[in-house]
C-alpha cells in the first residue's frame, strides 16, 4: 500500500495475522517479512492469552511493536486498564498507544502515521548477493506462479536466475513489481 504523509510516499507493507495460537507458523512467518507490528487489545477484555503469545513471537524476531487499544467506544472499555497491563506485561512504552474505535471510526486516521514514525524503514545492501524471504505464492492462469518476497539484501530484475536455497533448484524471474 502506498500511503501518502507529511508529503511523501511511503511504500507499506502491511500483513494481517491471525490472532489465535492455533496459526503460530503463518503468524511466524508473516512476522519474519516485516519489520513491526501492531498489538492490538480490545479495550473491554484487556491483554489476553493469544495477545501474550503473538507478543512473544514478535519480541522474539526483534519487531519494534506499536500498542493499539480497540473497541474503545464500548461501554464496558477500559483503555486505562488495557493500557497499564500492556505496561507492566509486555514492558513497552504506551505513551504512543493509539486508543481507537475500527466501529466508529475514532481515531482509525492515527493509526498508520505512528506505524510511520515508530517501525524503522527496512534496511539491506543493494551491493551483497540476493537475500530473500518466499512470504507466499499463487499461481495465475495468466502469468503462472507469482511469489510475494521480502528482499533483504541484493537486487532482482526480470531475466535474472535465482537460485533456491532449500532446493537448488534454478528459476528464471520473468517479471518484478512492487
Known amino acids: 500500500m502506498v500511503y501518502k504523509y507529511k508529503g511523501e510516499d511511503y511504500l ?8 489465535h495460537v492455533d496459526f503460530r507458523a503463518e503468524v511466524s512467518r508473516s512476522y519474519a517479512s516485516c519489520g513491526g507490528a501492531i498489538l492490538l487489545v480490545d479495550a473491554s477484555q484487556g491483554v489476553q492469552a493469544q495477545t501474550v503469545a503473538n507478543f512473544f513471537l ?20 477500559d483503555a486505562s486498564r488495557a493500557l497499564e497491563q500492556i505496561k507492566t506485561s509486555f514492558e513497552l512504552d504506551v505513551e504512543n498507544a493509539v486508543l481507537v474505535s475500527a466501529k466508529t471510526g ?13 517501525i524503522p524503514a527496512p534496511i539491506g545492501d543493494a551491493k551483497k548477493p540476493l537475500r ?4 507466499d505464492s499463487w499461481y495465475s492462469t495468466y502469468k503462472g506462479v507469482i511469489l510475494l518476497v521480502r528482499i533483504f539484501d541484493g537486487t532482482i530484475k526480470a ?7 532449500a532446493t537448488g ?8 513489481g512492487i
Open 58 to 77: 514478535a519480541f522474539s524476531q526483534g519487531l519494534h511493536l506499536i500498542p493499539i487499544i480497540n473497541k474503545v467506544d464500548l461501554p464496558s472499555a
Open 159 to 165: 531475466g535474472d536466475q535465482i537460485t533456491s536455497f
Open 12 to 19: 507499506l507493507h502491511l500483513v494481517d495475522t491471525p490472532g
Open 132 to 135: 530473500l524471504l518466499l512470504v
Open 106 to 118: 475514532l481515531n482509525v486516521e492515527a493509526v498508520l502515521p505512528v506505524v510511520i514514525e515508530k
Open 169 to 176: 533448484l534454478k528459476y528464471i524471474v520473468g517479471e518484478v
